[in-house]
């Protein structure tokens, strides 16, 4: 008789935790998804004014101001406003909240990574909790997380749900958004990428050359990425498209002769900017420019730009110019930070795709992005494992750099050597990546009813 009430008693137990699990699972999916992006809610908001000096405000051209932001119990910005140090603190004690002075520093909106690779679910590399640590170490408060590197990507809603169900249970330290990624097969499938845009993706992304493969990224040919636009535009969401346009053939053959027609070095960074000639950026720039002009609705965003030849400049220019607006283009800190030459013999920790180009190419993405014609930075985070850093041979080696907590530190070195501002900082990283993902209004912008999501820093310091 006891041990019958025991079974009786463990199967109540059993039932009542499915029970209580499915409940959760329930209320999961209600919450988080479709919500394109997860919040991080933390007991610890507090209602208070803080003020600084220098507050970088959209409302003020992007210009500094002296300002005080107010801050509501729900994390949010109740108050933004231009005001003396004595002026907040007197705003502050009629709010009878707490005030918080930044003497001497810098407010800046939190920046929004509009690229990064957190590698989970499925890899033991970084994941959701260490990734996000790092983003908020170097000033950035959302990530929005690609769909290749991890195992599985992110290429159907199921995939792309298992990605936001590892973010939603992970200890997170910065929001957190998803990109979906287009394979050959998706591309031509209008129900897959609708049901896609329906489960909480910010954008789309597809490469159009070949990638290391521990990736899980299959590169579309242009065809499928014609027909993949077409639908995506009616979704009212970007596509991302990585401009470097090249076959798996075309990939072999120039690699081949790196390596034995020129007897090239593996271990030579200068190797793996042979095997990836500026001339398949151009040739992106050509189609995409096409595809964004045929296809009149579709926001199109080209990411990674690297090595611009002179033959590319005129058709970017022309490519933005008939898009109206639509198309926007992206470059990395590390394109921005070094050159091919700068690079250390077998440290692949720097190896990208497209290849870190030269000087002369550095030198015209900062004369690009002062123009307006790239409108924003993203890191294009993606670490790996030791074993694929391929003890230091270019060309076997992963390609992606680890450098989501440096965005930030990177681009302002470099932008302030050459003159730029703290706005102008703020727009290229906050307020063109919030418009790119659909998130203006929330994120990007110090503003009334926007997430209080902002740094406080020092320009000379950092």
């Not at 070949?210 to 065809?223: E, F, K, N």
């Amino acid at each position: 008789m006891r041990g019958r009430a025991t079974r009786q008693g463990l199967g109540s137990a059993r039932r009542l935790a499915l029970a209580l699990l499915g409940a959760w699972v329930l209320i999961a999916t209600v919450m988080l998804w479709p919500s394109p992006v997860i919040q991080l809610r933390s007991c610890l908001v507090r209602e208070r004014v803080v003020w600084a000096p220098h507050v970088v405000l959209a409302a003020h051209a992007y210009g500094t101001v002296a300002a005080y932001l107010r801050i509501d119990a729900h994390g949010r910005l109740a108050a933004v406003a231009p005001a003396t140090r004595a002026e907040a603190e007197v705003h502050a004690r009629e709010q009878a909240l707490p005030f918080e002075p930044h003497d001497g520093s810098t407010i800046s909106p939190g920046v929004v990574d509009a690229r990064v690779q957190l590698a989970s679910p499925g890899r033991d590399w970084e994941g959701y909790a260490h990734g996000t640590r790092a983003a908020v170490a170097g000033g950035v408060t959302t990530v929005v997380d690609g769909p290749f590197g991890s195992d599985p990507p992110a290429t159907g809603k199921h995939e792309l749900q298992l990605h936001m169900r590892a973010a939603a249970t992970s200890a997170l330290s910065s929001h957190v958004g998803f990109l979906a990624g287009l394979t050959p097969s998706l591309a031509r499938d209008a129900l897959g990428l609708f049901a896609l845009a329906g489960s909480g993706a910010l954008g789309f992304y597809a490469v159009l050359s070949p990638m290391h493969d521990a990736a899980g990224a299959r590169p579309l040919a242009v065809d499928d990425l014609r027909v993949a636009a077409e639908t995506i535009s009616r979704t009212g969401l970007p596509l991302l498209v990585r401009a470097e346009l090249a076959s798996f053939e075309q990939f072999e053959l120039v690699r081949g002769q790196a390596l034995y027609e020129f007897e090239a070095d593996r271990m030579d960074p200068l190797t793996h900017l042979r095997t990836r000639p500026a001339e398949w950026q151009t040739a992106a720039l050509q189609e995409l420019a096409r595809i964004a002009k045929a296809t009149s609705a579709l926001r199109l965003h080209l990411t990674d730009i690297a090595r611009l030849d002179d033959d590319a400049l005129p058709l970017l220019a022309d490519a933005r110019a008939a898009s109206n607006g639509r198309l926007t283009a992206d470059t990395a800190p590390h394109y921005l930070a070094f050159d091919a030459l700068s690079l250390r013999w077998g440290d692949t920790h720097l190896k990208a795709e497209p290849a870190i180009g030269d000087e002369s190419s550095r030198a015209r993405l900062w004369e690009l992005l002062g123009k307006g014609e790239i409108d924003m930075v993203a890191s294009g985070h993606a670490p790996c494992s030791d074993e694929l850093r391929a003890d230091g041979d270019f060309v076997q080696a992963w390609a992606g750099v680890s450098g989501l907590q440096f965005i930030m530190q990177a681009t302002w070195t470099e932008a302030r050597l050459r003159g730029h501002s703290v706005g102008e900082l703020a727009r290229w990283l906050s307020a063109a990546p919030a418009a790119l993902l659909g998130l203006t209004g929330r994120k990007g912008e110090l503003r009334e009813g926007a997430d209080a999501d902002f740094v406080v820093w020092d320009p000379n310091e950092l």
